[in-house]
């Protein structure tokens, strides 16, 4: 399952680089756009990228610890955000309109029965996860299950000609999913607090994010020290986060760019990195979130993101804003003329 | 000539505060998109503003003391580069085409003649500034020929329908020009050196920037202390800084968004602050420059730019860039359901 993913061949590298030396603008200065179109360019092996059908897909699920009191907002907002989503009234909805991105909503496991909708893709597991306070969130079967699924979601976005994916989620009481997964699989092994990886989510107050910290600690507790990541993902879950981990997986697999949103869509990430850590190559950072875990997660990545638009939102809102960054490099590398082309003097 | 500029009426602030805290999201997690809406609004004193005809323009110039080797480039790429955005093959062409994004280029005064262009607008003042480091820049009339040149053009650009315009610059050896004015305008009088304004431009090597800092300071020298404005601008040049002054403040006197780029444009607008303060109320700032002037600049005028892409280019590159993260903001106002519209729980 984890097979099929290798580094990125850099051969075409020096190349790559003289192409976007010759461009009529001092060597350097178009910074990080320079470091994408590098990266796509190697992605796709060819000295002319292009960016095709961009698509964000967002994730959906519940979690059985959202009636437990770790989030700002009751368990019911993820099916209601979802519907709202697919008449077109969240964030991510105008984004995507505004930047001809297009977007699908997976229910990986929302507890609610959703009807037929052309932008909806019925993936569910099971309509929520257990809560992880008393028990595993997901059985083995399920995480497995929803990885392949995230799989196989990818294969066929990838089969309608999209070559550019960003993530996304939405899911009421995720964050503190991804707090615990974040603690197991890299802040623990540093010595880091929970407490450093475990933020307000979507809003919660000071009194709020005590039980929330509490509340995980004991999670943590109950669980046990577990070093695999797929025992971890069983059972912390969520059926959102480990799905996206299956979609990351596939995408490098088939090339794709990944376009990588918030914390949330990060925590999948270290998941499908620990799986197989060749999948890194093929991602782009979209943003900083203002969720303390994420800039853990960066750091441990060894990543940059290429925006801190100081949001903290989900939903992918972070990789649509970034589509049109990526897009701008790939556009000076094909699109730009050459000192010699243009009949410009180089440098002195 | 500097009068008719107001500051922001606040009053309409609550009411837009309260339909971004609305709208079918955590409180504040947009982040900047958010004060960006804000500032659009109270822009256009409305609650449902709107991007019309986004419009980039570069303005050209040459500068007398780039002949003495102040720049990394030879004086002639000005006109080559003129001539590169006129056939489209420049990085701003490729960003202003993918984005959906109005160019043209201003002649404020670069060393050549060119033949008549729909892209090209003709505001010469003469074919290039003196050099600074032995006399004046220019003369008290063609500074103000410039000013209201630039205003013209703005008028003219927002008569076809334009309320958010971004400014660009392009003109080998105006970075320098740049470092004059801003350490004259603000470094100098909190002790700092002229050093810490004074960059690599376009790509000076170390003894570049040693032979271009000798001259900066020759030159500071030779000009003595100067506090108006006004005659910092004759003194220093150049034609294209002097004209976008005056562009930028007829732009918030038509109440259009500006959209501030990098080093060069930032010292325009440092001049046209000087001249009438409330401009500030009606700019966004796209990015940092990695010029290290542009941060104390940004400093001084106690702003955060939007992106941080490490660019360096010039021509209105970031500015183009930021133009989706305005667009997005609009739209986000606009466009996005509230919490009772869709039917979707608030915070507990």
Same mark, same amino acid.
């Given at each position: 399952? $984890?097979?099929?993913?290798?580094?990125?061949?850099?051969?075409?590298?020096?190349?790559? #680089?003289?192409?976007?030396?010759?461009?009529? /603008?001092?060597?350097?200065?178009?910074?990080?756009?320079?470091?994408?179109?590098?990266?796509?360019?190697?992605?796709?092996?060819? +000295?002319?990228? &292009?960016?095709?059908?961009?698509?964000?897909?967002?994730?959906?699920?519940?979690?059985?610890?959202?009636?437990?009191?770790?989030?700002?907002?009751? #368990?019911?907002?993820?099916?209601?955000?979802?519907? %709202?989503?697919?008449?077109?009234?969240?964030?991510? %909805?105008?984004?995507?309109?505004?930047?001809?991105?297009? !977007?699908?909503?997976?229910?990986?496991?929302?507890?609610?029965?959703?009807?037929?909708?052309?932008?909806?893709?019925?993936?569910?597991?099971?309509?929520?996860?257990?809560?992880?306070?008393?028990?595993?969130?997901? &059985?083995?079967?399920?995480?497995?299950?929803?990885?392949?699924?995230?799989?196989?979601?990818?294969? /066929?976005?990838?089969?309608?000609?999209?070559?550019?994916?960003?993530?996304?989620?939405?899911?009421?009481?995720?964050?503190?999913?991804?707090?615990?997964?974040?603690?197991? +699989?890299?802040?623990?092994? /540093?010595?880091? #607090?929970?407490?450093?990886?475990?933020?307000?989510?979507?809003?919660?107050?000071?009194? =709020? !994010?005590?039980?929330?910290?509490?509340?995980?600690?004991?999670?943590?507790?109950?669980?046990?020290?577990?070093?695999?990541?797929?025992?971890?993902?069983?059972? $912390?879950?969520?059926?959102?986060?480990?799905?996206?981990?299956?979609?990351?997986?596939?995408?490098?697999?088939?090339?794709?760019?990944?376009?990588?949103?918030?914390?949330?869509?990060?925590?999948?990430?270290?998941?499908?990195?620990?799986?197989?850590?060749?999948?890194?190559? $093929?991602?782009?950072?979209?943003?900083?979130?203002?969720?303390?875990?994420?800039?853990? #997660?960066?750091?441990? !990545? =060894?990543?940059?993101?290429?925006?801190?638009?100081?949001?903290?939102?989900?939903?992918?809102? =972070?990789?649509? !804003?970034?589509?049109?960054?990526?897009?701008?490099?790939?556009?000076?590398?094909?699109?730009?003329?050459?000192?010699? &082309?243009?009949?410009?003097?180089?440098?002195?």
């Amino acid at each position: 399952m $984890y097979s099929g993913l290798t580094s990125l061949d850099c051969s075409l590298a020096p190349e790559l #680089q003289r192409k976007i030396d010759k461009k009529t /603008k001092p060597v350097g200065s178009l910074g990080k756009l320079e470091e994408i179109a590098m990266r796509v360019g190697l992605i796709q092996q060819t +000295l002319e990228p &292009s960016i095709l059908a961009p698509h964000i897909m967002v994730f959906a699920g519940d979690h059985g610890a959202a009636r437990h009191g770790i989030s700002a907002y009751p #368990q019911e907002v993820t099916w209601q955000m979802v519907e %709202n989503i697919l008449v077109g009234g969240a964030a991510i %909805n105008v984004f995507c309109r505004h930047l001809g991105i297009g !977007l699908s909503v997976v229910d990986a496991g929302v507890n609610h029965h959703f009807t037929a909708n052309p932008g909806l893709i019925d993936a569910k597991i099971a309509p929520g996860t257990a809560s992880y306070i008393s028990q595993p969130a997901m &059985s083995a079967t399920e995480r497995d299950t929803a990885l392949s699924r995230g799989g196989e979601e990818i294969h /066929k976005l990838a089969a309608r000609g999209c070559n550019c994916v960003g993530f996304g989620e939405m899911g009421i009481g995720n964050s503190a999913s991804a707090s615990l997964l974040t603690h197991c +699989l890299i802040s623990d092994k /540093k010595g880091g #607090q929970l407490a450093g990886v475990a933020g307000r989510g979507a809003g919660l107050d000071d009194a =709020g !994010l005590d039980r929330k910290l509490r509340l995980l600690e004991e999670s943590v507790i109950r669980g046990g020290r577990i070093n695999d990541p797929l025992k971890l993902v069983a059972e $912390y879950g969520g059926f959102e986060i480990a799905m996206m981990a299956g979609a990351m997986l596939q995408s490098a697999r088939e090339r794709m760019i990944l376009v990588i949103d918030g914390f949330i869509v990060t925590t999948a990430l270290l998941i499908a990195h620990a799986l197989a850590p060749e999948v890194l190559d $093929y991602c782009l950072f979209a943003h900083r979130s203002q969720e303390p875990g994420h800039r853990v #997660q960066l750091e441990y !990545l =060894g990543v940059k993101p290429l925006l801190d638009m100081e949001m903290r939102l989900g939903e992918g809102t =972070g990789a649509a !804003l970034a589509m049109p960054l990526v897009q701008a490099a790939v556009g000076f590398l094909n699109e730009m003329a050459s000192f010699e &082309s243009a009949g410009v003097h180089e440098k002195i």
